[in-house]
């Protein structure tokens, strides 16, 4: 049994998601003890439940401990079977963190799946459906992954209550990556913003684009050209705004996204966003800092070399570098390029 000190490194939920999904992908047991204990709210909060009871689901695991505030938990997985399943996060719960934990379970059985997730789709803390969609989908599609989403409905915190259907098939082995020289093209800007009723729709569509436009026009002074600007309106009974710039080739997948949920701050939300895409695009680097974090379990799982260039060594991807290296026996190499660019060498 794998026995995992939920404490460790960053110490919050990435831990949970990462060790349980590889379990189940790996197929075999796991403990976490000391789960989140040095939150403020230790322990398995409701967006854990979640993910930990649909990869339990899709692995036909026995478990123990799966209950609010739980601080430790063990799973025993079976093999992962092909499913069509619902899933109702219950509350504002990210959409986007639940479904890396299922793509990171079920990423090497060659397998198909289709998931109608309800819950956060534009939540803080976690990647926007735009960011899921514009970057971290066609670098799945580079390791070997069949996938698709369809976003239903837009949910925002704190109500909640969007809805994403995946289909997906996995690889039976990931593909291995080489990003070492940066290709930036096909750069968008994609622009959301919550509208209360049908006659302030206008008004909330001339903001968004006003706000997208000030992230083309701040990338534009620095030489960064845009080749489209995407921008949509959605009813919802709270203030929400998120806007994402995604570059993504055959080389390169670098991006970043800007929630907004109070409208004293809408206004810089353009230019926040543009100026993170702007320190990731001057880095050289092939990955985004976020980007580099999530496909680590993924290439972990390759039976291949694996290389590309980040603009950061986050605590994140420290973590899941080093509970990979843990879980699955993998090395791994960083090397420092420039001040702004390191490259992230994974060996099996």
Not at 167 to 174: A, F, G, V, Y
Not at 328 to 341: E, V
Request: proline residues 4%; aromatic residues 6%.
């Amino acid at each position: 049994m794998i026995k995992i000190n939920g404490s460790r490194g960053e110490g919050g939920g990435q831990i949970l998601r990462t060790s349980v999904s590889l379990a189940a992908a790996l197929c075999v047991p796991l403990q976490i003890y000391n789960i989140r204990s040095n939150r403020p709210k230790p322990g398995l909060r409701p967006q854990h439940l979640s993910s930990i009871k649909t990869i339990a689901q899709l692995s036909d695991s026995v478990t123990e401990g799966l209950t609010l505030d739980s601080t430790k938990i063990s799973l025993y997985p079976n093999r992962i079977s092909p499913q069509n399943i619902d899933i109702d996060i219950g509350t504002a719960g990210s959409i986007t963190l639940l479904t890396q934990s299922i793509l990171q379970a079920v990423s090497i059985t060659g397998k198909s799946f289709k998931f109608t997730i309800t819950g956060g789709t534009d939540v803080n803390w976690s990647p926007s459906t735009d960011y899921f969609c514009k970057i971290i989908i066609p670098l799945l599609i580079k390791l070997g992954f069949s996938i698709s989403a369809s976003v239903a409905k837009r949910g925002f915190y704190p109500q909640g209550n969007g809805k994403i259907i995946l289909q997906i098939t996995s690889p039976k082995q990931i593909e291995p990556i080489s990003f070492i020289e940066p290709e930036h093209s096909n750069i968008k800007i994609d622009g959301i913003i919550t509208s209360k009723s049908n006659s302030s729709h206008d008004d909330a569509e001339s903001k968004i684009i006003e706000q997208c436009n000030a992230a083309k026009t701040f990338l534009e002074k620095h030489q960064i050209n845009i080749d489209s600007i995407n921008t949509s309106v959605h009813n919802s009974d709270s203030f929400s705004s998120v806007i994402c710039i995604s570059s993504t080739s055959g080389k390169s997948f670098i991006g970043c996204d800007n929630l907004v949920t109070d409208t004293r701050k809408f206004k810089e939300s353009g230019n926040t966003c543009s100026k993170k895409f702007l320190s990731e695009y001057t880095s050289q680097s092939t990955v985004d800092r976020h980007l580099a974090d999530m496909i680590i379990p993924f290439l972990a799982l390759s039976k291949k070399q694996s290389i590309f260039t980040t603009s950061n060594i986050s605590n994140h991807l420290q973590t899941n570098l080093d509970l990979c290296k843990f879980i699955t026996g993998m090395n791994y190499k960083i090397d420092k390029k420039n001040n702004f660019c390191y490259s992230v060498t994974i060996n099996p």
